[in-house]
């Protein structure tokens, strides 16, 4: 089964931490709207190109809108590319189909429109309950329009509601931090991913931080709130699921369980990267190279790399252990390699600081190995994973 992302590459404005591909109106050049209308165009072409490739005809489970902004887009802008979608790919009829929503754009009629369309999970970018942080972010909504978007999208018949949130701003208390999250359950939501704020260079935010106009809070504070993060929310209902994701019961993200599982999936619009068996490509980071090569029928590729069996099974060890467990049984039958077998003595040392957990032929980090994942990952692919002993 395969997943669909489409990256919509606009924002109203561009955050200050932000390094995804997108631009805003002043960035553009030109009346925004016609830049959004060519792009839709060139993005359907994409569509079009792509699914002339038989090989991607699988039935197809999740669709997700990223971006960027997608809920920028209009419902009917929305609705016709997953009209387009539906006539190229067999489209699963129970498939999780979710929309990423600035809280800043859109209302309660916007989202039953969305809803009218086809979205049945949004993904809502609230980052912060206080107006100060999401100042200093420089997102374009309040706090209070935020848990209003919450009850829109209730009100218009979305029952799968996912919440981002920031933690580890500057300054940032515990007691705010776990006001955050209580003012985020009490709104029930189905699924909560907090991110720690990473400093990515080249956003306005990282120049900040070099030029100390912005003082980053310390890795023990940082490790402090992830840990409190987890107590929290797991203690309210959830399971942590990945290092940075919770669900309450049945509601995982079947898209992102597909990429952390290495299931096929193709990504449309610029800088969307894709997967398909042991191939990855992406394409250009730019939307005017973007367009310029649909409009000649050319498929807009940046790179590609054939990814060896080593290399397969390096990202099945870290993607698994990074979110639901490597399951050796899988391994072995993917890879014909017995890991468990392998890595027999790190494995136990791991169950025995209660860093990891064993269930049937699931190795899975607990929370207090969640904290400690990057380590572990790393002792993990230290291991010479290129060749059978
Ligand atoms: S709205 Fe989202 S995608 Fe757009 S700049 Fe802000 S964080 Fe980035």
């Given at each position: 089964m395969a997943s669909l992302y489409l990256h919509i590459p606009f924002c109203e404005h561009k955050c200050i931490y932000c390094d995804f591909y997108s631009i805003a109106p002043a960035?553009?050049?030109?009346?925004?709207h016609l830049l959004i209308e060519r792009f839709l165009a060139a993005l359907e072409?994409?569509?079009?190109?792509?699914?002339?490739?038989k090989r991607f005809h699988e039935s197809v489970e999740t669709i997700f809108f990223g971006g960027g902004t997608p809920s920028l887009l209009h419902p009917s802008e929305i609705e016709k590319l997953l009209n387009l979608l539906a006539i190229y790919f067999s489209i699963q009829t129970n498939a999780e189909i979710t929309l990423e929503t600035n809280p800043g754009t859109v209302d309660k009629q916007k989202l039953k429109a969305f809803r009218s369309a086809g979205i049945n999970r949004i993904s809502m970018g609230i980052q912060s309950f206080y107006d100060d942080d999401l100042r200093f972010l420089t997102r374009i909504h309040t706090a209070s329009e935020a848990k209003q978007c919450v009850l829109d999208a209730y009100a218009a018949g979305f029952t799968n509601v996912s919440f981002d949130l920031i933690f580890s701003l500057p300054n940032q208390s515990l007691r705010r931090w776990?006001?955050?999250l209580k003012q985020a359950i009490e709104l029930q939501p189905t699924h909560i991913s907090c991110y720690s704020l990473i400093l990515e260079p080249g956003t306005q935010l990282f120049n900040m931080v070099q030029s100390k106009q912005v003082?980053?809070?310390d890795a023990d504070s940082d490790a402090e709130l992830y840990e409190f993060t987890i107590n929290f929310l797991t203690s309210h209902g959830f399971e942590q699921y990945e290092v940075s994701n919770f669900a309450k019961q049945n509601y995982k993200c079947r898209h992102n369980i597909n990429y952390w599982n290495h299931s096929n999936y193709l990504g449309f619009g610029p800088s969307a990267h894709s997967f398909w068996e042991n191939e990855r490509w992406w394409n250009v980071s730019n939307i005017t190279a973007y367009i310029e090569q649909l409009n000649k029928r050319i498929l807009p590729?940046?790179?590609g790399e054939h990814l060896s069996e080593t290399k397969l099974l390096e990202e099945?060890?870290?993607?698994g252990l990074r979110s639901e467990g490597i399951d050796f049984e899988n391994i072995r039958q993917r890879f014909v390699r017995d890991l468990l077998k392998e890595n027999s003595i790190i494995i136990s040392e791991l169950i025995q600081k209660g860093l990891a957990r064993m269930e049937g032929e699931r190795?899975?980090?607990t929370a207090k190995g969640y904290l400690v994942c990057d380590e572990i990952c790393q002792s993990f692919l230290l291991i010479d994973l290129s060749e059978t002993p």
């Open positions: 960035e553009s050049g030109e009346t925004h072409m994409e569509i079009q190109l792509r699914a002339e490739d776990e006001s955050n003082i980053p809070l590729l940046s790179g099945a060890v870290f993607l190795f899975q980090l």
